[in-house]
């Protein structure tokens, strides 16, 4: 490892109470809102990712003390309605936000600090490989921006920043943030043989039935490839 320290701290199971007390007051420094208060809790129960955190408390809470059917309702649950996936043999301490739970993945085994944020997207796992079993130890106070990616048993350190999209699969000492970099060409759309469905979608006062009609009597450039697929949304079908 890179000289990342391993918290004791992290292999020990919040009290359910401490840790969704801590969980509603980071939710609510982050929202602004005051807390503990009538509005406070109002405006932060509001809020898929405050629920989503709940459940999964609940599931940790039920696994730890060997209900696992009871757990696995819970976390079912939570998938279901919050599309979250937090197994509950992830340990995580007080202060866990996730603002936009949607996509969001931690495996069990998972270790993570006291205040952490983790974004839409993010998928903490294995390494793929025998030959790096278990998975991430993560510090305090870290965030893990939109669909950042940690794999394998590597150590993040306190106060990193992952940035969205960034792939981390070595250890990061403290007071880090990952960028990743990514090179993106932006071409005009007649590059690509899109450009009838740029004519398309500018033509004054066509609505989009009109539009719609256009594209199917007399397919334009471009838009009958893209039909069925990543274009269609675009095409206005």
Same mark, same amino acid.
């Given at each position: 490892?890179?000289?990342?320290?391993?918290?004791?701290?992290? +292999?020990?199971?919040?009290?359910?109470?401490?840790?969704?007390?801590?969980?509603?007051?980071?939710?609510?420094?982050?929202?602004?809102?005051?807390?503990?208060?009538?509005?406070? /809790?109002?405006?932060?129960?509001?809020?898929?990712?405050?629920?989503?955190?709940?459940?999964?408390?609940?599931?940790? /809470?039920?696994?730890?003390?060997? $209900?696992?059917? %009871?757990?696995?309702?819970?976390?079912?649950?939570?998938?279901?309605?919050?599309?979250?996936?937090?197994?509950?043999? /992830?340990?995580?301490?007080?202060?866990?936000?996730?603002? !936009? #739970?949607?996509?969001?993945?931690?495996?069990?085994?998972?270790?993570?600090?006291?205040?952490?944020?983790?974004?839409?997207? %993010?998928?903490?796992?294995?390494?793929?490989? #025998?030959?790096?079993?278990?998975?991430?130890?993560?510090?305090?106070?870290?965030?893990?921006?939109?669909?950042?990616?940690?794999?394998?048993?590597?150590?993040?350190?306190?106060?990193? $920043?992952?940035?969205?999209?960034?792939?981390?699969?070595?250890?990061?000492?403290?007071?880090?943030? %990952? $960028?990743?970099?990514?090179?993106?060409?932006?071409?005009?759309?007649?590059?690509?043989?899109?450009?009838? !469905?740029?004519? /398309?979608?500018?033509?004054?006062?066509?609505?989009?039935?009109?539009?719609?009609?256009? !594209? +199917?009597?007399?397919?334009?450039?471009?838009?009958?490839?893209?039909?069925?697929?990543?274009?269609?949304?675009?095409?206005?079908?």
């Amino acid at each position: 490892m890179s000289g990342v320290p391993e918290r004791a701290s992290s +292999t020990e199971v919040p009290r359910l109470s401490a840790a969704v007390r801590e969980d509603l007051a980071h939710m609510a420094r982050l929202k602004g809102a005051r807390f503990p208060s009538i509005g406070g /809790a109002v405006d932060i129960l509001s809020l898929p990712g405050t629920w989503a955190v709940l459940l999964y408390r609940l599931a940790s /809470a039920a696994h730890h003390k060997g $209900i696992r059917p %009871v757990s696995r309702l819970i976390s079912f649950a939570n998938y279901v309605l919050f599309g979250v996936e937090i197994q509950t043999g /992830a340990i995580i301490q007080p202060g866990l936000v996730v603002p !936009h #739970p949607v996509g969001v993945g931690i495996a069990s085994g998972t270790r993570i600090g006291k205040r952490s944020m983790v974004l839409k997207g %993010v998928s903490i796992g294995g390494s793929g490989t #025998p030959r790096r079993p278990g998975h991430a130890v993560i510090g305090d106070d870290v965030v893990l921006m939109d669909s950042a990616k940690v794999f394998g048993p590597i150590h993040i350190g306190d106060r990193c $920043i992952v940035g969205a999209g960034a792939v981390v699969d070595e250890d990061l000492a403290s007071d880090m943030v %990952v $960028i990743p970099r990514r090179e993106q060409e932006v071409k005009p759309l007649e590059v690509v043989g899109l450009g009838g !469905h740029a004519e /398309a979608r500018a033509t004054d006062g066509v609505s989009t039935r009109q539009t719609e009609t256009a !594209h +199917t009597a007399t397919p334009r450039s471009g838009c009958a490839e893209c039909e069925g697929r990543v274009m269609r949304y675009s095409c206005g079908y």
